[in-house]
Protein backbone atom coordinates (compact mmCIF):
# COMPACT_ATOMS: atom_id res chain seq x y z
CA UNK A 1 0.00 0.00 0.00
CA UNK A 2 0.95 3.58 -0.87
CA UNK A 3 1.50 5.84 1.82
CA UNK A 4 -1.00 8.16 0.40
CA UNK A 5 -4.06 5.77 0.01
CA UNK A 6 -6.56 5.54 2.58
CA UNK A 7 -7.50 1.71 3.74
CA UNK A 8 -10.52 0.57 2.61
CA UNK A 9 -14.03 1.46 4.24
CA UNK A 10 -14.18 -2.51 4.79
CA UNK A 11 -10.79 -2.79 6.43
CA UNK A 12 -11.95 0.46 9.00
CA UNK A 13 -15.15 -1.70 10.21
CA UNK A 14 -14.02 -2.43 13.86
CA UNK A 15 -13.50 -6.57 14.28
CA UNK A 16 -16.81 -6.36 17.18
CA UNK A 17 -19.28 -4.89 14.57
CA UNK A 18 -19.00 -8.20 11.98
CA UNK A 19 -19.30 -10.44 15.59
CA UNK A 20 -22.53 -8.15 16.34
CA UNK A 21 -23.88 -8.40 13.04
CA UNK A 22 -23.20 -12.35 12.36
CA UNK A 23 -24.06 -13.25 16.06
CA UNK A 24 -27.69 -10.57 15.86
CA UNK A 25 -28.03 -12.49 12.46
CA UNK A 26 -27.94 -16.03 14.01
CA UNK A 27 -30.36 -15.48 16.46
CA UNK A 28 -32.64 -14.22 13.97
CA UNK A 29 -32.40 -17.35 11.95
CA UNK A 30 -32.79 -19.13 14.98
CA UNK A 31 -36.03 -17.65 16.73
CA UNK A 32 -37.92 -17.52 13.16
CA UNK A 33 -37.71 -21.87 13.70
CA UNK A 34 -38.77 -22.05 16.81
CA UNK A 35 -42.54 -23.20 16.54
CA UNK A 36 -45.38 -20.65 17.57
CA UNK A 37 -48.97 -21.49 17.14
CA UNK A 38 -51.86 -19.75 16.37
CA UNK A 39 -55.97 -20.52 16.36
CA UNK A 40 -58.20 -19.22 13.63
CA UNK A 41 -61.97 -19.83 14.84
CA UNK A 42 -64.32 -21.53 11.46
CA UNK A 43 -67.57 -22.28 11.46
CA UNK A 44 -70.01 -23.44 13.99
CA UNK A 45 -71.74 -26.43 14.11
CA UNK A 46 -74.94 -25.19 15.90
CA UNK A 47 -75.71 -21.65 15.19
CA UNK A 48 -77.17 -21.77 19.31
CA UNK A 49 -73.91 -22.51 20.71
CA UNK A 50 -71.36 -20.48 20.55
CA UNK A 51 -68.72 -23.35 22.01
CA UNK A 52 -69.71 -25.92 18.80
CA UNK A 53 -66.74 -23.26 16.80
CA UNK A 54 -64.24 -25.13 15.23
CA UNK A 55 -61.00 -23.70 15.94
CA UNK A 56 -58.41 -24.47 13.96
CA UNK A 57 -54.51 -24.76 15.36
CA UNK A 58 -51.69 -23.65 13.07
CA UNK A 59 -47.61 -23.85 13.54
CA UNK A 60 -46.21 -20.74 12.18
CA UNK A 61 -42.93 -22.15 12.90
CA UNK A 62 -40.25 -23.83 10.96
CA UNK A 63 -39.85 -27.10 13.37
CA UNK A 64 -42.78 -29.04 13.60
CA UNK A 65 -44.35 -29.89 16.91
CA UNK A 66 -45.68 -33.15 18.28
CA UNK A 67 -48.31 -34.89 20.72
CA UNK A 68 -50.27 -32.18 20.88
CA UNK A 69 -52.64 -32.07 24.06
CA UNK A 70 -55.45 -29.14 24.53
CA UNK A 71 -57.18 -27.66 27.59
CA UNK A 72 -60.43 -26.40 27.27
CA UNK A 73 -61.51 -24.03 29.92
CA UNK A 74 -65.22 -22.61 29.78
CA UNK A 75 -67.35 -20.46 31.04
CA UNK A 76 -71.01 -18.44 30.62
CA UNK A 77 -73.88 -17.23 32.48
CA UNK A 78 -77.66 -15.99 31.41
CA UNK A 79 -78.50 -14.42 34.68
CA UNK A 80 -82.26 -14.34 33.37
CA UNK A 81 -82.63 -18.14 33.54
CA UNK A 82 -80.46 -18.16 36.57
CA UNK A 83 -77.90 -20.05 34.66
CA UNK A 84 -73.72 -20.19 35.12
CA UNK A 85 -70.85 -22.72 34.35
CA UNK A 86 -67.77 -21.35 35.37
CA UNK A 87 -64.27 -23.44 35.21
CA UNK A 88 -64.95 -26.02 32.99
CA UNK A 89 -61.99 -28.01 32.19
CA UNK A 90 -62.14 -30.43 29.45
CA UNK A 91 -58.67 -32.05 28.60
CA UNK A 92 -58.40 -33.67 25.05
CA UNK A 93 -54.89 -35.73 25.21
CA UNK A 94 -53.16 -36.27 22.02
CA UNK A 95 -55.61 -34.73 19.56
CA UNK A 96 -52.53 -34.47 17.04
CA UNK A 97 -49.83 -36.54 16.38
CA UNK A 98 -48.08 -33.68 14.31
CA UNK A 99 -48.38 -30.29 12.52
CA UNK A 100 -45.54 -29.43 10.38
CA UNK A 101 -44.74 -25.86 9.11
CA UNK A 102 -47.47 -23.96 8.19
CA UNK A 103 -50.11 -27.04 9.62
CA UNK A 104 -53.22 -27.19 10.80
CA UNK A 105 -55.46 -29.46 13.20
CA UNK A 106 -58.42 -28.68 14.30
CA UNK A 107 -59.15 -28.24 18.19
CA UNK A 108 -61.49 -30.17 20.23
CA UNK A 109 -63.03 -27.92 22.21
CA UNK A 110 -66.35 -28.34 19.75
CA UNK A 111 -66.90 -31.43 21.83
CA UNK A 112 -66.36 -30.17 25.22
CA UNK A 113 -70.29 -28.57 25.77
CA UNK A 114 -73.66 -28.51 24.57
CA UNK A 115 -76.08 -25.86 25.02
CA UNK A 116 -79.70 -25.95 23.75
CA UNK A 117 -81.97 -22.80 24.15
CA UNK A 118 -79.94 -21.60 26.30
CA UNK A 119 -79.91 -17.62 25.54
CA UNK A 120 -76.07 -16.60 26.56
CA UNK A 121 -75.35 -13.51 28.04
CA UNK A 122 -71.42 -13.88 28.64
CA UNK A 123 -69.23 -16.42 27.23
CA UNK A 124 -65.50 -17.09 28.05
CA UNK A 125 -63.31 -19.99 26.34
CA UNK A 126 -59.02 -20.43 27.43
CA UNK A 127 -57.35 -23.09 25.59
CA UNK A 128 -54.39 -24.36 26.21
CA UNK A 129 -52.30 -26.24 24.04
CA UNK A 130 -49.17 -28.32 24.96
CA UNK A 131 -46.86 -29.77 22.53
CA UNK A 132 -43.50 -31.55 21.86
CA UNK A 133 -40.59 -30.33 19.98
CA UNK A 134 -39.63 -32.69 17.14
CA UNK A 135 -37.88 -35.34 17.54
CA UNK A 136 -38.33 -34.50 21.61
CA UNK A 137 -40.98 -35.99 23.20
CA UNK A 138 -39.39 -35.66 26.85
CA UNK A 139 -42.07 -33.99 29.20
CA UNK A 140 -39.38 -31.87 30.63
CA UNK A 141 -39.04 -29.97 27.09
CA UNK A 142 -42.99 -29.60 26.27
CA UNK A 143 -44.10 -26.22 25.88
CA UNK A 144 -47.38 -24.71 25.87
CA UNK A 145 -49.68 -21.45 24.57
CA UNK A 146 -52.38 -20.40 25.93
CA UNK A 147 -55.37 -18.49 23.89
CA UNK A 148 -57.89 -16.28 25.68
CA UNK A 149 -61.20 -15.79 23.89
CA UNK A 150 -64.17 -14.02 24.86
CA UNK A 151 -67.33 -14.09 23.37
CA UNK A 152 -69.33 -10.98 21.50
CA UNK A 153 -72.78 -10.60 20.80
CA UNK A 154 -73.57 -9.83 17.28
CA UNK A 155 -77.21 -7.83 16.34
CA UNK A 156 -78.76 -11.12 15.50
CA UNK A 157 -77.91 -12.78 18.73
CA UNK A 158 -75.46 -15.22 18.27
CA UNK A 159 -72.07 -14.86 19.73
CA UNK A 160 -68.99 -14.33 18.17
CA UNK A 161 -65.11 -15.54 19.41
CA UNK A 162 -62.71 -12.66 19.41
CA UNK A 163 -59.07 -13.42 20.63
CA UNK A 164 -58.37 -11.14 24.07
CA UNK A 165 -54.53 -11.14 24.63
Known amino acids: MQANQQPS ?13 VFSTLVV ?6 PWLSIDEGNLLDSQNPFSA ?19 I ?12 TQ ?6 HFADYIAHSGRATLPCWRSIDIKNIPLEKAEMKVI ?5 YPFTSKVLRRHQTFNFEAIKAND ?3 HWTYVS
Do not use: K
Open 9 to 21: LWRRIPGWFYFLL
Open 29 to 34: TILEGV
Open 54 to 72: LFSVTNGGYIPVTNLDANC
Open 74 to 85: LSFRNQRQNVSF
Open 88 to 93: GDFSFT
Open 129 to 133: VTYSL
Open 157 to 159: GSL
